[in-house]
């Protein structure tokens, strides 16, 4: 396969969308897609409505069964200047020890949902991030994925 065709295959194969243009590890598409079926699933059984807590606790059960190693509610310590902060900072779930994964339940998501993954994904210096809300009428108006 030459140059122009590998990218054009890495900037549409997740479903015919445009992708970030980095390699595979940075967009890792089957790993978001895996746990957006979790989520996906879980959706269509309990549908919107539940609280946050509730949602991530059955994300963490649907990751398990998926095979799919995580950790919940990671504290993340925030350094500033030369000293490290204690600040109760939090991640909702960490995939794989690449994906974080903030779970959401509000009307709608707002551009301050998604700027507090932007500022997780900085500060952990992750590549990738899902912001899942469940509380849609469909899923997938509450799935947003973000790649720096």
Same mark, same amino acid.
């Given at each position: 396969?030459?140059?122009? $065709?590998?990218?054009?295959? /890495?900037?549409?194969?997740?479903?015919?969308?445009?992708?970030?243009?980095?390699? *595979?590890?940075?967009?890792?598409?089957?790993?978001?897609?895996?746990?957006? !079926?979790?989520?996906?699933?879980?959706? $269509?059984?309990?549908?919107?409505?539940?609280?946050?807590?509730?949602?991530?606790?059955?994300?963490?059960?649907?990751? $398990?069964?998926?095979?799919?190693?995580?950790?919940?509610?990671?504290?993340?310590?925030?350094?500033?200047?030369?000293?490290?902060? $204690?600040?109760?900072?939090?991640?909702?779930?960490?995939?794989?020890? =690449? /994906?974080?994964?903030? /779970?959401?339940?509000?009307? *709608?998501?707002?551009? #301050?949902?998604?700027?507090?993954?932007? =500022?997780?994904?900085? #500060? =952990? !210096?992750?590549?990738?991030?899902?912001?899942?809300?469940?509380? *849609?009428?469909?899923?997938?108006?509450? #799935?947003?994925?973000?790649?720096?």
């Amino acid at each position: 396969m030459d140059r122009a $065709s590998r990218r054009l295959a /890495v900037d549409f194969h997740h479903r015919g969308h445009r992708e970030h243009r980095g390699g *595979t590890e940075d967009c890792n598409s089957s790993l978001s897609w895996a746990i957006i !079926g979790c989520g996906m699933k879980i959706h $269509s059984r309990l549908g919107p409505g539940l609280l946050e807590s509730v949602y991530e606790e059955c994300l963490c059960h649907e990751l $398990s069964k998926a095979g799919l190693e995580f950790r919940r509610q990671v504290e993340c310590p925030i350094k500033y200047d030369n000293f490290s902060l $204690s600040s109760g900072l939090r991640l909702d779930l960490l995939v794989k020890e =690449t /994906v974080i994964v903030e /779970v959401k339940a509000v009307e *709608t998501l707002l551009s #301050i949902h998604e700027a507090q993954l932007l =500022t997780y994904l900085k #500060i =952990t !210096g992750k590549r990738l991030g899902l912001l899942l809300n469940f509380n *849609t009428l469909h899923f997938r108006n509450g #799935i947003r994925r973000r790649i720096i």
